[in-house]
């Protein structure tokens, strides 16, 4: 439970260990609550376990150890209480793949049929979600001839024909173009008074357009979880922004080590010739910051203090060991 | 079993689309077709090839129960080679493809997973086998003289129940291994040592060869023991479910 939300998706001690390759420790022990009619979205740079993570919600692996629940019921691969617990429920795979000699009409249909649907309602329901993702006029065309792009689309229709009142969705952006991103987002966003919605990816400024709560994995750890304000509240931390005139690049780079080696400058980014200091000392950046630079003999053409981003909290929690290859 | 009746038609449409109903049922109709003109005119064909090599050779002359014993003998050949075909792929290719993921995170038990394939295989092999001795008992009667109908019906059940075993051990190397060559490998391969384990005295009724003797005597009119015929019956039965039966244990407890 967190708080008086009753939890869609509870995960208790939930370990998975992949046997071979030195036995890889894919998820370890983690604890999560998917809070009922939250967007939910599951963050971490690339192998930190979001994917496993889900389809051991899924039921799709089993976990090493620890348990996971969906409204209270435990999941399971066969059981009886396993089958209810994945009735009303969407589900997305990072790279979908579907029967090539249906149509999309039919897999979509077929969907809504395995989760409960009468048929002419699956059929229904087929048609206005496939319209509902852009693929209404591919409705009839196998789905051997869709591309990539039309294939994510086709998994977000078959996930949505039985209005699920949970939603996971790994990765649901990742083949999509610009338009086809944005319209998915608003979707998932909409979805928000009817159903839970966890979703997993590496684009920080999806979760940050969209969800209510961010949980973040690395290493198969859950390193930190909440509301987005409140993340942004407890981990982030006063930034400034300097962008130096161009053709100082000798002296940028003293500023930036005698940065790194003050007491109340916790971090330095450096990205397009641009600089972001983050402080632990406000009080005394905002004093002792601007000396510096002009001790350092460097031009600035902005100096700013911003907003922190969702981006810094992920860069200060994980970042460091992955080099900032998860933001987009 | 959840969602079972929808897979299965999922299935069968799965086996017409993708062409593999009506590849099995040519090759069934060309075995029903081919198997009492083979019995008609094989004599006739080797005294034309061996010509005076013969010479003292007596060539029996056809008899109609020679042509339920050629097509029980295609059948066993070709028919197997069909079912283990259509088994092969039936768990290992859906698990490869990712297409068992989808499936399995609806509320969809393996259980009824592995129960709808398994008897869309047996429908299809049910279907192709009917026309086989369908065709090859009009072609019987055109040719030779009609046999007892009730004897034909049973040896379709019963060439239809030895595929249906060959296929079983099949789908449990595609469940098990997780892959469609290894699979089949496993289904020849206890096609080749149950066949010659057949040739065994007293061992060859408890296993699906042991079905031959009474199904060819039963479409030749031959009367036949009830025993003959409710043992291998009965064996078969045992390894099909025994195998089914580990398809699904092993299949429950696999990541996908």
Same mark, same amino acid.
């Given at each position: 439970m967190t708080g008086e939300i009753p939890a869609a998706v509870s995960c208790r001690g939930l370990t998975k260990r992949f046997t071979g390759n030195g036995g890889v420790l894919a998820v370890a022990a983690l604890d999560l609550d998917v809070p009922a009619g939250s967007v939910f979205g599951l963050l971490g740079p690339n192998g930190a376990g979001k994917t496993t993570t889900l389809r051991l919600i899924t039921g799709l692996a089993r976990p090493t150890a620890g348990v996971v629940s969906i409204d209270g019921r435990p999941v399971s691969a066969s059981t009886d209480q396993g089958l209810a617990a994945r009735r009303g429920i969407g589900v997305l795979d990072q790279d979908p793949r579907y029967y090539g000699w249906m149509s999309g009409r039919e897999l979509v249909e077929l969907a809504g049929r395995l989760q409960g649907l009468a048929a002419s309602e699956a059929r229904a329901r087929a048609m206005e979600t496939l319209g509902l993702v852009g693929l209404a006029d591919a409705a009839g065309r196998r789905v051997a001839g869709y591309s990539g792009g039309m294939r994510q689309r086709l998994g977000i229709a078959q996930a949505l024909v039985a209005r699920p009142r949970l939603l996971i969705l790994d990765e649901p952006v990742?083949?999509?173009?610009?338009?086809? #991103?944005?319209?998915? =987002?608003?979707?998932?966003?909409?979805? /928000?008074a009817s159903a839970t919605v966890l979703f997993s990816t590496h684009v920080l400024a999806d979760i940050e357009r969209i969800c209510d709560r961010v949980g973040i994995l690395d290493h198969g750890r859950l390193v930190t979880e909440g509301p987005l304000d409140d993340l942004l509240a407890r981990f982030a931390l006063p930034l400034y922004r300097l962008d130096p005139e161009p053709g100082q690049d000798a002296a940028v780079e003293t500023l930036t080590a005698t940065l790194r080696g003050t007491p109340w400058v916790d971090g330095v980014r450096s990205h397009e010739g641009r600089l972001v200091v983050s402080v632990s000392?406000? #009080?005394?950046?905002?004093?002792?910051?601007?000396?510096?630079?002009?001790?350092? +003999? &460097? /031009?600035?053409?902005?100096?700013?203090?911003v907003r922190p981003s969702l981006e810094d909290v992920f860069l200060r929690l994980v970042g460091s060991e992955n080099g900032g290859e998860a933001v987009a | 079993m959840s969602g079972g009746s929808i897979l299965f038609r999922k299935e069968l449409l799965e086996s017409w689309r993708t062409m593999r109903l009506p590849i099995v049922? +040519?090759?069934? %109709?060309?075995? *029903? %077709?081919?198997?009492? %003109? =083979?019995?008609?005119? %094989?004599?006739?064909i080797v005294k034309a090839a061996a010509g005076d090599q013969l010479v003292g050779v007596v060539v029996p002359t056809p008899v109609p129960a020679d042509a339920a014993d050629q097509l029980w003998k295609n059948l066993a050949q070709f028919g197997a080679f069909a079912a283990i075909v259509l088994a092969m792929g039936a768990v290992a290719t859906e698990r490869d493809r990712g297409t068992a993921a989808f499936i399995l995170s609806k509320s969809v038990s393996r259980g009824a997973?592995?129960?709808?394939? @398994?008897?869309?295989? +047996? *429908? &299809? =092999?049910?279907?192709?086998t009917t026309l086989a001795v369908v065709v090859g008992w009009v072609y019987t009667a055109i040719l030779f003289e009609p046999l007892p109908v009730g004897g034909w019906i049973a040896m379709a059940i019963l060439a239809w129940l030895g595929l249906a075993a060959w296929a079983a051990l099949t789908f449990l190397g595609s469940t098990v291994t997780g892959s469609a060559a290894a699979a089949a490998g496993l289904g020849f391969g206890a096609l080749l040592v149950l066949s010659i384990a057949s040739a065994i005295p007293n061992l060859g009724r408890f296993l699906p060869g042991g079905l031959a003797g009474p199904a060819i005597a039963l479409a030749a009119g031959v009367p036949v023991e009830a025993s003959d015929v409710v043992t291998p019956v009965i064996a078969?039965?045992?390894?099909?479910?025994?195998?089914? *039966? @580990?398809?699904?244990?092993?299949? /429950? #407890?696999?990541?996908?």
């Open positions: 990742s083949s999509l173009d610009p338009e086809g #991103r944005r319209d998915l =987002l608003v979707l998932i966003a909409e979805l /928000r000392d406000e #009080r005394a950046a905002s004093a002792g910051l601007l000396p510096i630079v002009v001790a350092a +003999g &460097v /031009r600035l053409a902005v100096f700013e203090r | 049922a +040519g090759l069934f %109709l060309l075995v *029903g %077709l081919s198997s009492p %003109l =083979l019995a008609k005119f %094989l004599p006739e997973f592995i129960v709808a394939k @398994v008897a869309a295989i +047996g *429908g &299809v =092999l049910a279907v192709c078969t039965s045992v390894l099909i479910a025994v195998a089914l *039966g @580990v398809s699904v244990w092993s299949f /429950r #407890r696999q990541e996908l």
